[in-house]
Nanobody, 128 residues
Framework: QVQLVESGGGSVQAGGSLRLSCTAS????????MGWFRQVEGKEREGVAA??????AYADSVKGRFTISRDNAKNTLYLQMTSLKAEDTGMYFC???????????????????????WGKGTLVTISS
């Protein structure tokens, strides 16, 4: 089992930056890919950034503004968000998968059922 805990959410003005963190614990060696997802009330959860060893992928809406990275020594996944827009507002969730065949493109399109582990989320609010 893997436990994921997100942090770093908050309220910022449009144009600002935030860095989200997701710390993993438990059987972290079983993780092959991870990602950040965003959910707005009334809409489905969508993948915004994904990572596996050696590659990353991003949703078109965040390309050039968000950067996903992982510090293996700290078992922590990060999402650096810059040039934030009002439409970036939402609950951000970290997820991980233990499937050998998972990859960034799989993660970006994954549903809630498609990822093995989820954090509880951290709220990001962007004011215009």
């Amino acid at each position: 089992q893997v436990q994921l805990v997100e942090s770093g959410g908050g309220s910022v003005q449009a144009g600002g930056s935030l860095r989200l963190s997701c710390t993993a614990s438990g059987d972290v060696d079983s993780i092959y890919c991870m990602g950040w997802f965003r959910q707005v009330e009334g809409k489905e959860r969508e993948g915004v950034a994904a990572w596996d060893t050696g590659s990353t992928a991003y949703a078109d809406s965040v390309k050039g503004r968000f950067t996903i990275s992982r510090d293996n020594a700290k078992n922590t996944l990060y999402l650096q968000m810059t040039s934030l827009k009002a439409e970036d507002t939402g609950m951000y969730f970290c997820a991980a998968d233990a499937a050998l065949v998972c990859g960034p493109q799989y993660v970006l399109q994954a549903t809630v059922a498609g990822m093995d582990y989820w954090g509880k989320g951290t709220l990001v609010t962007i004011s215009s």
